[in-house]
Each structure stands twice: as C-alpha cells, then as structure tokens.
C-alpha cells in the first residue's frame, strides 16, 4: 500500500527565516510526486510535480528536491502569504488510473 | 477556462436524509476523482471515474455511498441516510488522463462542506 508521511504537522517561522517541509513516501513504483497548496476553506492549488531522484524544481520561494525516499519543500526568505497547508502526494506506476495518496499536510505560518 | 466547479459550496443535512454533491470537471477533461477530507486528516481518495464508468471505487465506503459521471452532466456523488459521522469537506480532482506513461497532474475544486446535524 501506498504511504505519505509528512513532519513536521505543524511550522511557525518569522518573515525571512528559511525553512525546509519534509515527505517521506513509499509507493511501488513512483509515476509522479506532487506538492499542492491548500488555503483555509479552498481545495488544493498544484505547485509542483518530481519525476525521478536527483529532480528539483523552483517557483518563486519554494525548491522541492526528491530522493529515492523522501521530497523536500524549501521555503527560502518566506512571506506572510507563504502561509497555507502544504500536502505531498504520490501517484503510483501500477494501477489502471492516476489517483493521488496523499499525507496528512504541514501547516505553516509565517509571521510578520 | 473555470476550472473545476463544485456544487454546493455548503450543504446542511439532518440525519437520514440525502446528500447530493456535484461536480464538473475542467473544459477538455474526462477523468474525475472524488476525495473526502475529515478534520485533522488528509485527503483520501474515494472514488475514479470516466464518462458513464465507474473505474476505481476503492475508497468509497460499502454502503450508503454512489458516484456516478454520466454522460451529459456533472459527476455527481450521492451520500444516502447521512450520519454525523459523514461530516466533512469533499473534493473533486479532474485530469487530462487516465492511466499511461508519465505523471499526470489533478486540479482540484474548491470543495463541498457537508454538515450533518
């Protein structure tokens, strides 16, 4: 079976202080494995999608890394509006459809 | 392009009576996935379905619970003698694809929130 864990459930950081979200995933065979955005009250907002080891991506002040094991969001000189929950999600190779398992979310708060 | 609509936003319910939540996926897509995200958890998948097929519906609890995609129409999930217990937000996910080579991104709805009094 498929398994996201995500640490820590919760961050507080101050503006400006650099920060890195873990996920650890076992999943037989990795097709995919995506970081959302969740605000309080909306639905997931897609950030990022990690294809193989060794893979990074960046958008403004996120990096998501992945290994064979783990994926790492950081977050570099966060803003208040970098506050939201942040959900990891993998998407297996076998199986007829692209369903999401996703872990439990960090939620972060930046204060100003 | 209005992305994935979900209808109602908000739905009341007392006990024993039936949910019905509804939800249309983005323009050009035909895959829909159904989530349910209870407080304090992470979202779990319910159900996956293509145009008038049901095509994973691992999740979705034995009873009380259907989804269907027709053909003309939203996807609509039906929740029948709610209990509290079904109290929750729940997500529609649409994709290009279904299954096949390469990672396929979900974009989600904004949700329905059910209340069971």
């Known amino acids: 079976e498929d398994q996201v864990t995500q640490s820590p459930e919760a961050l507080r950081l101050q503006e400006g202080e650099s920060s890195s979200l873990n996920c650890s995933y076992t999943?037989?065979?990795?097709?995919?494995l995506f970081w959302y955005r969740q605000d309080p009250g909306k639905g997931p907002e897609f950030l990022f999608t990690?294809?193989?080891a060794g893979e990074e991506k960046e958008k403004e002040r996120l990096k998501a890394t992945l290994t064979k094991k783990e994926s790492f969001l950081h977050i570099t000189a966060p803003k208040p509006e970098d506050s939201a929950t942040y959900l990891c999600?993998?998407?297996?190779?076998?199986?007829?459809?692209?369903?999401?398992?996703f872990g439990k979310g960090i939620t972060l708060s930046v204060r100003p | 392009n209005a992305g994935v609509m979900q209808n109602p936003r908000h739905l009341v319910r007392r006990r024993g009576q039936e949910a019905r939540l509804r939800c249309s996926p983005m323009?050009?897509?035909?895959?829909v996935y159904w989530y349910r995200q209870l407080p304090e958890e992470g979202l779990k998948f319910m159900v996956y379905?293509?145009?008038?097929?049901?095509?994973?519906e691992s999740g979705m609890p034995k009873e009380r619970f259907s989804a269907e995609f027709p053909k003309e129409g939203p996807s609509i999930l039906r929740i029948q003698q709610v209990v509290r217990g079904d109290s929750a937000a729940y997500f529609c996910?649409?994709?290009?694809?279904?299954?096949?080579?390469?990672?396929?991104?979900?974009?989600f709805g904004a949700g329905s929130r059910l209340t069971v009094l």
């Open positions: 996910a649409s994709s290009l694809r279904g299954a096949g080579r390469g990672a396929n991104v979900l974009t």
């Open positions: 999943v037989s065979g990795l097709r995919g």
């Open positions: 990690l294809y193989s």
């Open positions: 999600a993998v998407q297996a190779e076998a199986g007829a459809n692209s369903k999401l398992t």
């Open positions: 323009k050009g897509h035909s895959h």
């Open positions: 379905l293509q145009k008038e097929n049901i095509i994973d």
